[in-house]
């Protein structure tokens, strides 16, 4: 990597757990085939829309989606929309193509990889949508750099997102809840759409819980929903 520049996003959680059951095992091989993005063109030259036939009204990207069930809804809600998920985790990229398979999804496209490569090869303002559901919040201070919202990310964001564009973040997690607001309220290209308080802790009819959340709901932990937009480029 060159020294001037930014630093991309990587991920720092596990890639593979338990051995994959021999029917995800056949849906990840015959699945990436079709679904998954073997290669990124040259950074910025992505068209997502170009990845679809026929072309989508708008791309989304969820990143990190882990078991893909928020991604495989979204999809199916809204099949003239394609989506494009970026996620490292081997078995969640499984998952999510037994859904896709099960669903007959084909707007989605799959990045099995570091969301990093992805957002760097994508087109300036090409995406409407992007979800980062439960990022690992990474408690310890000493790991604080590895968290997912930062300013280098969000440049990277800020960049392939389209004016008016939708930012959603969800987190159960109070600590990370204010690192991201401060952080995402700090970045010039992003205003927050909460009109209330409450409103981080409503749910919007068209944001379905994710494994994780279920999780962290039978744990006692509430969620935080966060919208943000994306301000039109001057
Ligand atoms: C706490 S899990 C949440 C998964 C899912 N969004 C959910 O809510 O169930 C965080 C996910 O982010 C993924 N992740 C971490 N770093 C990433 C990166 N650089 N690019 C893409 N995904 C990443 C992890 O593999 C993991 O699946």
Redesign the pocket.
Known sequence: MNAAEPRR?????RRRGRKLRPARQAALDSGLASVSLDALPADGALDPRGLFVPAPRAAWLE?????GE?LAWQAASNRDVGILG????VN?VASLLAQVARQDLRNVRVWPD???ALLAALADASIERAFL????PWPKARHHKRR?VNPANLDALARILADGAEFRVATDDPAYLGWILAHVLDHPAFVWTARDPSDWRSRPADWPP????EKASQSGRKPYFLSFRRRPRP
Request: aromatic residues 18%; glycine residues 22%; without cysteine.
């Open positions: 996003i990587r991920s720092y959680g990143i990190g989606f882990g078991g928020h970026a996620e490292p985790f969640g570091d969301a990093g559901l439960f990022p690992d997912i994710t494994r994780y959340e």
